[in-house]
């Protein structure tokens, strides 16, 4: 269990990122943070994988408070950043070889991670030869190979074109389905966040705030996009909105 | 074919141009202490082969040492500016200011300063030299990407892997850019420190041997040895170049 208590961020610069963030996320929840640009989805994310101390509250794993070990957090950005010189397998083994893990010893892990995102045959690709898509799967899976207990992914799909985008997206649902990690999703697409999760944390804009705290439950399969439950999700996150964002 | 074509056309127009030099040096009898064409230089190199072939290499030992030296100092420098703004700040200006001062101005001064000749020169041409490969180096670690340095800091990484393992491969390509414009640096620094310390008693380098031959007013052997300066230069540019595109093919493959 991951607690946000009373969150809060100012910036060195004076900006009030966030003011009061509240909520308790449970192991297995897909919670997608859904607000518009510069509302602080970012800076919640980098407080919660400790990269950033908050200036007000704490972030509580378990009861206790403390950085997370190295490892235990996946993060995956808006851009693959993959190291250009290294290949696939390369790029997934990082979080691995930084903790001294042998290459022999990793390559069973490297190759489960590569085998999740569907990209065993690519493994010895460097970057150059992947298209975006194909970079991103390897940085979920540089994400995943080192069995993080969280998550996160900041705006991962927005570079991606729609095709390729629906693609990833049905490909992390299975793998959410199938391996039950807890995953925070951030988005600044109500559609994104009402296929995704099964929990979307609206926010409000800066100072953000936690404005609604949703949950849904669409049914899994090919039919998720087109269900009624999703066009009505989609209809009660654009109304949250509307409540919150100034005309 | 066309990019063959393309490829040979500086040999032929080298060809040509030389063909037409020596040609209105012979139609117009320009005589050889005035201008001499080039098959007065080659045979004044086939005459001085030994004091050329000896100049050359004193001046590419000066060069080689003086780049060795460039570089080291050049990355030391640019290794602390990364890891201290302090430090960044206390020697950004004055490395501007070294780099701005012309050496012909400083090298007197080294000349006092320094008795040992070689040092002397090699002190000189790392002064000019040494500042490409610092501020190549220097942006190249500021340029880390910031989200695989957060990737680095959440897997725990210590300053050394995030310098050997993520900086500093990222900035080896600017660092190659650096050490390039630094190679042929080192030989125009050379040159600069034996023309102005020549007189001063090293006498042996390519520069010292125009000098000389200019004083006995042996035109043919002074193009002879500015031809050879050229062709280091040249040659300096395309080694470095080749180191390049080795060490940055591997980045550059699919
Ligand atoms: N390192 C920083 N220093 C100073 N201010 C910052 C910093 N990072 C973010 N901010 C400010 O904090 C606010 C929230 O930024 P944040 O990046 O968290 O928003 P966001 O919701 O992720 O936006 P976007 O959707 O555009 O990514 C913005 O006003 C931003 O300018
Ligand atoms: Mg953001």
């Known amino acids: 269990m991951f607690t946000l208590e009373t969150l809060a961020k100012r910036y060195d610069t004076g900006v009030l990122a966030l ?12 919670v997608a943070l859904l607000g518009p640009s510069g509302c602080g989805k970012s800076t919640l994310l980098r407080l919660l994988a400790g990269l950033e101390a908050p200036s007000g509250g704490r972030v509580a794993w378990d009861g206790h408070t403390g950085a997370p070990g190295p490892g235990e957090i ?14 696939a397998a390369e790029n997934v083994y990082l979080p691995l070889k930084l903790r001294h893990v042998t290459r022999k010893l990793a390559a069973p892990k490297i190759a489960a991670a590569l085998a999740q995102v569907g990209l065993s045959a690519f493994a010895d690709t460097r970057p150059k030869g992947l298209s975006g898509g194909m970079k991103m799967r390897v940085s979920i899976a540089r994400a995943l190979v080192s069995e993080p207990i969280l998550l996160l992914m900041d705006e991962p799909f927005a570079a991606l074109d729609e095709f390729t985008r629906h693609k990833l997206q049905d490909d992390l649902l299975a793998l959410w389905a199938r391996t039950g990690k807890t995953i925070v999703f951030v988005t600044h697409s109500i559609y994104e966040a009402a296929y995704l999760a099964n929990r979307i944390l609206v926010m409000s804009p800066r100072p953000g705030r936690i404005a609604a705290d949703l949950r849904a439950s669409l049914p899994m399969g090919p039919h998720r996009r087109a269900s009624g439950d999703y066009v009505a999700l989609v209809e009660r996150i654009t109304g949250c909105f509307r409540e919150i964002m100034p005309a | 074919m066309r990019r063959m074509v393309e490829s040979l056309a500086p040999y032929g127009f080298g060809a040509l141009a030389l063909g037409g030099w020596q040609g ?14 080039p098959a007065d230089i080659v045979a ?3 005459d001085a082969h030994a004091v050329l072939d000896a100049g050359l ?30 430090f960044r700040a206390a020697i950004q200006p004055w490395a501007v200011i070294i780099q701005v001062t012309p050496v012909v101005a400083l090298a007197p001064f080294i000349i006092i300063w320094v ?38 800091r959440l897997n725990g990484a ?3 892997q995030i310098l050997f393992q993520l900086s500093l491969p990222y900035a080896l390509p600017d660092f190659l850019t650096g050490l390039r414009i630094s190679g042929t640096l080192a030989l125009v620094g050379a040159v600069v420190a034996e023309f102005v310390a020549g007189s001063g008693g090293f006498a042996s380098g390519l520069a ?8 006995r007013l042996e035109i043919p052997r002074m193009f002879a040895a500015l031809v050879m300066l050229g062709v280091t230069g040249i040659a300096i540019y395309a080694a470095l170049g080749l180191l390049e595109r080795l060490l940055l093919a591997k980045r550059n493959r699919a």
């Open chain 2, 115 to 152: 008795n040992q000749p070689f040092a002397c020169l090699v002190i000189c041409a790392v002064i000019v030299a040494f500042f490409p490969i610092l501020s190549n180096t220097a942006a190249g670690l500021a340029a880390t990407p910031p989200d695989l340095l957060d990737l680095f």
């Open chain 2, 44 to 46: 004044a190199y086939i």
């Open chain 2, 24 to 37: 209105a040096v012979w139609a117009l009898h320009v005589p050889a202490y005035v201008m001499p064409g």
């Open chain 1, 74 to 87: 996946g993060f995956v950005f808006q851009d693959a950043t993959l190291m250009p010189w290294a290949s």
């Open chain 2, 158 to 160: 210590s300053r050394w």
């Open chain 1, 19 to 30: 003011d009061g963030v509240s909520a308790d996320i449970a192991p297995g929840e897909f």
């Open chain 2, 208 to 215: 010292w041997q125009i000098i000389e031959a200019s004083y």
């Open chain 2, 57 to 86: 290499v004193a001046t590419l030992a000066v060069t080689g040492a003086a780049l060795l030296a460039a570089t080291l100092l050049g990355l030391v420098l640019a290794l602390l500016m990364a890891a201290s703004p302090l």
